[in-house]
């Protein structure tokens, strides 16, 4: 299912998480060569993703929530 970026937070490992308005997270890392985000290293990068679409695989699976999206 595909549903929109709503925020971003830092995990416990400095990783940059996308929080989703399903009420999922989901990392979001440039890690090349595997992972091409060179974006989410930056403020304005990520300020300029809110709003864009990723597949959430919890949902697919009917993962319960992250957080409540009422929250956002």
């Known amino acids: 299912m595909k549903v929109a970026i709503v925020g971003f937070h830092l995990d416990k ?3 940059w998480v996308a929080e989703l308005a ?6 979001v890392r440039h890690d090349p060569p595997w992972k091409l985000r060179p974006w989410v290293e930056s403020e304005q990068g990520r300020k300029n993703r ?5 597949s959430c695989v919890k949902c697919d699976d009917g993962a319960a929530l992250d957080f409540s999206p009422a929250e956002k």
């Open 50 to 54: 809110l709003g864009c679409l990723l």
């Open 22 to 27: 399903c009420g999922h997270f989901q990392h």
């Open 13 to 15: 490992e400095d990783d």
